[in-house]
């Protein structure tokens, strides 16, 4: 790791303006991305922003239509919160499948899709549940959000604020892992909304996508067999030692499937 | 005095300090005025050095020293020694081209060792090894084992044509070829046993130091072995006199085979802190470990049995090809031949046997041993053949297995190892009820009906440990003893430290060795501490590997302690005014029999130090023994493991659903670390089965699974609870009748797994490590055949 300057900010606009003036420096939330990649030299910020002691960037807020989280909520939050529970079961369960207990205790809903790695899991569902992204800026719709591998739609200093999740009638979350990362090779949130049924899928390309098949299949029949019979193409899916994107696609059926299958 | 200590699960008297922080391991020793090394190491596979530059990293801040080859040259450094003449078929010697601790103009694998960058601070010195410019030319390389020696391959080493070490060959071939001519049956399997990353908890660490003073080096690092790191340090390396190097290994974090080995950092660090006159302290980093740590396994087989219309075996035929990787580590050229071919006769009376292994060097990390070390890969081979026999002359495995069970000892294989004694039907028999293989097949009906492939799967593995008669050893080409030796120190008032050659690393030494010594002596276990890992307080020691602790250390002990005993008599008969041979010893009683007359051990002792009334004229005061102790013969612990698995057909994941291990590990002092060691090893045997896949890429010759987010090693989820339980015949030859228990797990556990793995599948094979994408492939192309 190379050395670098520590701030601790008190507010949003502070910690944004800090970031804005100087394109060496990164906020700093869970660290659970950024020190790992610190550590391995991949990236070197001049200074670093953290976000912890913002009191308002924290916290979990329900109603009846949706669920509104801070981009500082920790993952264990989420997965904790009887809120989210009782709103959205899946995000809950979802947060609770994110690494182990000290990355769940450390890592952050902003941070997880700021950072947009491509096995993340929250992408799967913000897109999934089209979710709407608030920044200091702007407000920005899930499925504007991302952009490629580990490219958002966030301009330079721009901060996450919070991520409102509208309530699905049901939505579920599955995902098959990778043996040594434990990160998602693909993982499968299917939501059935007032909009229509969403389906997202993490792990399996450049960035998380929505798959047209499944969405089409399961919005003419919302069932596991519907789901089961759709053959996803594996063009521009992700090739690597652990999977081939033909397998990628298999399990993208799989995983789909499954997921109907717990909540049809 | 209480029961016996000797078979009692007594907990840990280690886990106080490992678990509340207070451990001490090299990386915790901070010396005043250290200095930290950085390594700069080499990004290709495969590359000439054409220059490199030091003079930016030098103008660096806090940088005190670089130093490369060309510096360890002209200071008349020599490399790193092989402890192991192979002698090839042709009665040539291998092939042992030199193992530079920094590069000499060329780097052969990725993460292979260019320079050296000592500074003030840690991040002083990654900032400078950044500056260091070195200038390769990439040459072609080649990684793969099957292929390194092919003609056109690139070549590593001058003096080792078509990239080859050795080929050598155990068995007469004639003969064998003979039986497979006239067998009923042949099964044949072509098998890969696949490389692995050993990954201890604690990183390799080593901090050197040197004193004006004295003009003498003090070395700390995670070692296995400190007195043999220190013989091949001073005599090989550094030409420097043995007894001005201590050696130190303090609390090891886990070693598993990676760290018996004399490194090149451990070099660097003590000779450059002569050279800088400051101690220089080196911790590796976990990516550093992958690339630089010695690696395991690697074997290309084709491994055939014979057998007459019944399934008696008649013989079996091996070809190995085996990756030593880059250079011959310490003990590498012995693990693909002495400690392999040997073991393949496994639990069985096979009369014949050929084996033949080709050693090469490949563009990728030294390859050494690892748990098991050659006994895993031998296990593979017996236990995957004799399996896939019985599926194809449709005989029940177990059957197949009791037919050819060896039945009475002591058992001459063909293939050099005596068994002294087993009784291979009892581990057997334990393991088929422990695994109620009698409800196997309800259990697959459940598994069906739930859309799940159910698969059973046996190992009956057979070790040599105890490693080793030194005769032996040396006749086989051993370049050192392997004896052991023990200390006993009775202090005046009665307490006892031991001091012992092995060395713990995880095993539970301060534990086992108290309790035999303190059950032997009769006294409590708390006035028994037990001290390794330190060539300045140790009188010499082989170290710990091939599972050899308690059997040949732990013996070395034992006749220390005879020693102190006899001579306790002596002085007892003294004190007590009667002859020595009236005197018994009995629990911590001096007595004389059939009298009421008798000295306490404490008593005794105190006599010896504070001698006013004490035989002079027959006896030295004191009570302190040594011994050596070289076994006569290996032990040969053996058992049969049972493994159940359910694969998901829709993902190809395996899920290991029952695993049964029934061992004979002879006597066993601490059953409780004994059950600890084996679940340590069935997990590492399951991982190697399942998840660990070291995998270099073809073209450059780079590491892909260099870091935990790729190389998977199993972790609590991936194994279900243990069956584990034990059959016992004691080893004949030493006074314990104790086998050893370390390796176990990992030898049979893999063949059990992939067994169980093709059994549920219906086919012949799957590569290791059985991973779900792997699974599946072997699914989608049994559908389409
Ligand atoms: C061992 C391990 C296992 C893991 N397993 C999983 C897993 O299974 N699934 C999974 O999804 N993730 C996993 N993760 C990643 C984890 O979820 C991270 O916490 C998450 O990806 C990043 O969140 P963070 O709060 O730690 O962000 P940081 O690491 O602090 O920051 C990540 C990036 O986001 C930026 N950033 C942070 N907050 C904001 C904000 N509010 N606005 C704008 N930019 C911001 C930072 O500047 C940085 O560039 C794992 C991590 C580890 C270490």
Not at chain 2, 59 to 84: H, I, N, R, S, Y
Not at chain 2, 308 to 335: E, W
Not at chain 2, 371 to 386: D, F, I, Q, S
Not at chain 2, 502 to 531: K, M, P, Y
Request: glycine fraction near 10%; include cysteine; hydrophobic fraction near 40%.
């Amino acid at each position: 790791m190379h050395a670098f300057k520590y701030h601790r900010a008190s507010s949003a606009n502070e910690a944004a303006s800090i970031v804005a003036r100087n394109g060496e420096a990164r906020f700093l939330a869970g660290g659970q991305s950024l020190v790992q990649m610190m550590k391995l030299r991949f990236v070197s910020p001049s200074d670093l922003v953290d976000l912890g002691s913002i009191k308002d960037l924290a916290g979990i807020k329900a109603d009846g239509s949706g669920v509104t989280i801070g981009a500082m909520t920790r993952h264990a939050e989420v997965a904790g919160s009887a809120e989210v529970r009782k709103a959205i079961p899946a995000l809950a369960a979802l947060a609770g499948t994110i690494g182990d207990r000290q990355v769940r205790n450390m890592g952050t809903l902003g941070g997880a899709i700021a950072h947009a790695d491509p096995a993340a899991d929250y992408p799967a569902a913000v897109l999934g549940l089209g979710a709407t992204i608030h920044t200091n800026k702007r407000k920005i719709a899930a499925d504007d959000f991302f952009k490629g591998m580990m490219e958002t739609a966030l301009q330079p200093g721009e901060l996450i604020t919070s991520v409102s999740f509208p309530v699905p009638k049901r939505a579920a979350y599955m995902k098959f892992k990778n043996q040594a990362s434990r990160f998602a090779i693909v993982g499968v949130f299917v939501a059935d909304t007032a909009g229509g049924v969403r389906v997202a899928v993490t792990g399996a390309g450049p960035c998380v996508f929505r798959s047209k098949e499944l969405e089409a299949a399961l919005s003419k029949s919302f069932t596991a067999q519907a789901a089961a019979g759709v053959k996803v193409s594996d063009k521009g899916l992700n090739k690597d030692l652990h999977a081939s994107p033909e397998y990628r696609a298999h399990l993208i059926t799989v995983m789909a499937k499954r997921a109907v299958q717990s909540i049809a | 005095m209480g029961a016996p200590l000797i078979g009692a699960r007594i907990e840990r008297k280690e886990d106080y300090r490992f678990l509340t922080g207070a451990g001490q391991y090299t990386d915790d020793v901070v010396l005043p005025g250290q200095t930290h090394a950085v390594f700069v190491r080499s990004p290709h596979a495969h590359a000439k050095i054409r220059s490199i530059r030091k003079d930016e990293a030098l103008k660096k801040p806090g940088v005190l020293a670089l130093f490369t080859g060309e510096d360890l040259a002209a200071a008349k450094v020599g490399g790193l020694p092989c402890g192991w003449l192979i002698t090839d078929v042709n009665g040539q010697p291998m092939k042992e081209p030199a193992h530079p601790c920094l590069a000499q103009g060329k780097v052969r694998y990725v993460g292979d060792h260019v320079a050296v960058v000592i500074a003030e601070t840690l991040e002083e010195a990654h900032e400078a090894a950044e500056a260091v410019h070195v200038d390769y030319e990439v040459l072609p390389s080649v990684v793969d084992t099957a292929s390194a020696s092919s003609k056109g391959a690139p070549q590593l080493h001058e003096n080792a044509p078509d990239n080859t070490c050795y080929v050598w060959a155990i068995g007469d071939k004639s003969v064998v070829d003979k039986a497979f001519a006239g067998a009923a049956h042949v099964t044949r399997l072509d098998l890969v046993n696949n490389r692995l990353i050993p990954n201890a908890v604690e990183p390799r660490a080593a901090t050197g130091a040197y004193s004006r003073a004295d003009q003498s080096y003090t070395l700390y690092v995670s070692n296995q072995n400190p007195h043999v790191e220190r013989l091949l340090m001073t005599a090989f390396v550094l030409s420097l006199p043995e007894h001005k190097v201590r050696v130190v290994a303090p609390d090891v974090g886990g070693g598993f085979g990676s760290k018996i080995y004399i490194y090149a950092e451990d070099v660097v660090v003590t000779w450059a802190a002569k050279q800088i006159n400051r101690p220089v302290k080196w911790t590796a980093e976990r990516s550093e470990s992958f690339v630089s740590d010695a690696h395991g396994r690697d074997h290309v087989t084709v491994a055939e049995m014979a057998m007459d219309k019944d399934g008696k075996f008649l013989a079996m035929r091996v070809h190995t090809t085996a990756n030593v990787g880059a250079y011959l580590s310490t003990f590498a050229s012995c693990v693909p031949t002495i400690l392999y071919a040997t073991l393949l006769a496994g639990q069985y009376t096979t009369p014949v046997i050929y084996c033949e292994v080709k050693a090469v060097f490949s563009n990728t990390t030294p390859v050494d041993a690892y748990r098991g070390a050659g006994r895993p890969e031998a296990t593979y081979v017996v236990e995957r053949l004799v399996e896939t026999a019985a599926r194809e002359m449709k005989l029940d495995p177990a059957e197949i297995r009791r037919r050819n069970f060896i039945r009475s000892f002591p058992y001459q294989t063909p293939v050099a190892l005596c068994y002294d004694t087993g009784d291979y039907e009892a581990t057997l028999d334990g393991a088929l009820k422990l695994a109620d293989v009698a409800g196997y097949a309800a259990r697959k009906k459940a598994s069906e009906a739930k859309g799940r492939l159910r698969g059973l799967g046996y190992a009956a593995y057979i070790e040599a440990c105890g490693i080793a008669p030194s005769a032996v050893a040396g006749s086989l080409g051993a370049r050192a003893g392997l004896f052991e030796a023990g200390e006993v120190r009775v202090h005046p008032t009665g307490s006892v430290t031991v001091f012992t050659g092995s060395h713990s690393h995880g095993q539970g030494h301060e534990t086992t060795f108290a309790q035999v010594v303190a059950d032997r002596l009769g006294i409590g276990i708390e006035s028994v501490d037990i001290v390794h890992g330190d060539t300045s307080k140790v009188l010499f020691g082989m170290g710990t590997y091939g599972s050899r602790s308690i059997a040949v250390g732990g013996t070395a002990i034992v006749k220390a302690l005879d020693k102190i005993i006899a001579k306790g008599k002596k002085i007892a008969a003294h004190l007590l005014e009667a002859s020595e041979s009236d005197i018994e010893y009995d629990r911590g009683v001096f007595k004389v029999s059939g009298t009421d007359k008798q000295k306490m051990f404490g008593e005794v002792a105190f006599a010896a130090y504070v001698p006013h009334n004490y035989p002079h004229d027959k006896l030295e005061p004191g009570l302190n023994e040594n011994a050596f102790y070289d076994p006569a013969n290996f032990t040969f612990p053996a058992g049969t493991y049972v493994c159940e698995v359910e694969i998901d057909p829709d993902t190809g994941k395996v899920s290991v659903e029952r695993f049964t291990a029934v061992d004979d590990f002879g006597k066993i002092i601490n059953p409780m670390i004994v059950d600890g060691q084996v679940h340590g090893g069935l997990t590492q045997g399951i991982g190697q089965a399942l998840t660990e896949g070291c995998i270099y890429d073809k073209d450059s010759g780079q590491l892909l699974t260099g870091s935990f987010m790729d190389y998977s090693i199993p972790r609590a989820d991936d194994v279900p609870s243990f069956k584990v339980d034990t059959r016992e015949t004691p080893c004949t030859h030493n006074p314990l009748g104790v086998k050893g228990c370390g390796e176990a797990g990992a030898i049979g556990a893999p063949a059990a797994m992939m067994n169980a793995i093709t059994d549920a599948l219906g086919v012949k094979d799957v590569p290791m490590p059985a991973t779900p994408q792997t699974v599946w492939r072997a699914l989608q192309n049994k559908k389409a055949a």
